[in-house]
C-alpha cells in the first residue's frame, strides 16, 4: 500500500495527466516515469499507467459528446484498424522482458520528439476539410498507431492527433475529441488483456484514475474553447522538452 505521501503524489500526476490527455496529448510523461520511479518494473508500469488513461478519457469523451464535437461514423470507422491494432500490439508487449519494454519507451520518446518538433506548427494551423476521408493507407496507418499504442502508450495520443489532422482532414478541436474516445478505447482494450496477464498494480492505478478523471474533467472543458488551439501547441512543447530532459537523464544514469 503506497504512503499518504505518494498516495498525494499520485492523485496530483493523475489529474495533470488527465488534464494534459484531455486538452492535448501524452500525459504518460508525467505517470509513466512516476510510476518506474516508484520502483514499478517497467512491465507492470506500463501496464498500470493505462487505467487512469481509460478512466480520463471516458471522461473527456463524455463532455465532447455532450457538446457535439466527435463525429461518430468517421470514429467509429477508424475504431477498426485501432482495435486490430492496439490488440496485437498488447498482447506483443505482454510477452516481451521488462529490459525490451524500458528500450521501447526510450524509443517512444526519440519518435515523439520528432514527429512533434516537425509537425506541431501544421497541426496548429491546418484547416479541416469539410468532410474528413479515410482513404484506404489511412486504414494502414491507424493500424500501427493501435499497435504502437498497444505495445507503450506514451505518445499515442500525439500520434492520433497527426494521424486525424494531417491524414484525415480534421479540423484540431474536432481531432482532439475523437483522440479522447480512440484513447479510451486503447486503454480499455489495455487494462482488459494486461488485467488477464495479471500485470497490473490495481492500488496504484485506481489511485491515479482518480485524479485522472478530475483532471480530464478540466481539461476537456477547456478544450472547447477556440482558445484551446494554441495551448495544445504549447503543452505539445513543453512536454517535448521534458521528453528530451528524461532521456538525457536516462541515458547519463545508463553508464
Not at 11 to 16: S, V
Amino acid at each position: 500500500m503506497p504512503s499518504l505521501f505518494e498516495i498525494a503524489i499520485l492523485i496530483a500526476a493523475g489529474i495533470l495527466s488527465g488534464f494534459i490527455n484531455a486538452l492535448a496529448s501524452s500525459g504518460s510523461t508525467v505517470t509513466l516515469p512516476l510510476l518506474l520511479f516508484l520502483g514499478l518494473p517497467p512491465t507492470i508500469a506500463n501496464a498500470t499507467n493505462r487505467m487512469p488513461i481509460m478512466a480520463g478519457s471516458l471522461m473527456a469523451m463524455y463532455n465532447f459528446n455532450q457538446s457535439k464535437m466527435i463525429n461518430w461514423r468517421k470514429a467509429l470507422i477508424i475504431t477498426i484498424p485501432v482495435v486490430l491494432g492496439t490488440v496485437t500490439g498488447v498482447i506483443i508487449a505482454s510477452l516481451l522482458p521488462g529490459k525490451v519494454v524500458g528500450v521501447m519507451i526510450t524509443i517512444a520518446v526519440i519518435i515523439a520528439m520528432i514527429l512533434i518538433l516537425s509537425n506541431v506548427r501544421s497541426l496548429l494551423t491546418k484547416k479541416g476539410l469539410a468532410e474528413p476521408r479515410m482513404r484506404w493507407f489511412h486504414y494502414i496507418v491507424f493500424y500501427f498507431i493501435g499497435l504502437w499504442s498497444g505495445l507503450i502508450v506514451l505518445d499515442a495520443a500525439s500520434l492520433i492527433l497527426l494521424g486525424l489532422v494531417l491524414g484525415v482532414g480534421f479540423e484540431l478541436l474536432h481531432a482532439n475529441a475523437i483522440k479522447n474516445y480512440l484513447l479510451f478505447v486503447i486503454s480499455f482494450l489495455s487494462v482488459v488483456i494486461f488485467g488477464f496477464e495479471k500485470e497490473m498494480n490495481w492500488t496504484i492505478a485506481f489511485i491515479l484514475s482518480a485524479g485522472s478523471i478530475f483532471g480530464a474533467y478540466l481539461g476537456s472543458k477547456f478544450a472547447q474553447r477556440e482558445s484551446a488551439k494554441i495551448w495544445i501547441y504549447r503543452i505539445l512543447l513543453t512536454i517535448v522538452a521534458v521528453e528530451i530532459v528524461q532521456l538525457v537523464f536516462r541515458v547519463a544514469n545508463s553508464k
